[in-house]
Nanobody
Framework: QVQLVESGGGLVQAGGSLRLSCAASGRAFSNSALGWFRQAPGKAREFVAAISRSGGSTYQLDAVKCRLTISSDNAKNTVYLQMNSLEPEDAAGYYC?????????????????WGQGTQVTVSS
């Protein structure tokens, strides 16, 4: 069974930065792509970024590409989302997800397993 545990959320002022972490465990994880989604109150869940298992391919929502960057540390089985120049519109619950089918499914909003999420609040 795969487990995904997010951390790093919190309250930050607009213009500030946060780095979210997603620690993955479980045998199935070894062949899975990982990604980040977010969901603000009253809004649909939104794909943010995905990274292949090797870390060689990354995909990000165009609207945040210059500010939110995904990366991974395979030795630590951890995926990160570096968030810079945060805006109030970035406030949401951020969720880590994994897909055995790869980044394409994550980009379509599909995941085989999900974390519990970490909250990001941005004050203006």
């Amino acid at each position: 069974q795969v487990q995904l545990v997010e951390s790093g959320g919190g309250l930050v002022q607009a213009g500030g930065s946060l780095r979210l972490s997603c620690a993955a465990s479980g045998r199935a994880f070894s062949n899975s792509a990982l990604g980040w989604f977010r969901q603000a109150p009253g809004k649909a869940r939104e794909f943010v970024a995905a990274i292949s298992r090797s870390g060689g391919s990354t995909y990000q929502l165009d609207a945040v590409k210059c500010r939110l960057t995904i990366s991974s540390d395979n030795a630590k089985n951890t995926v990160y989302l570096q968030m810079n120049s945060l805006e109030p519109e970035d406030a949401a619950g951020y969720y880590c997800a994994g897909s055995r089918s790869g980044t394409w499914d994550l980009r379509r909003g599909l995941g085989d397993y999900w974390g519990q999420g970490t909250q990001v609040t941005v004050s203006s």
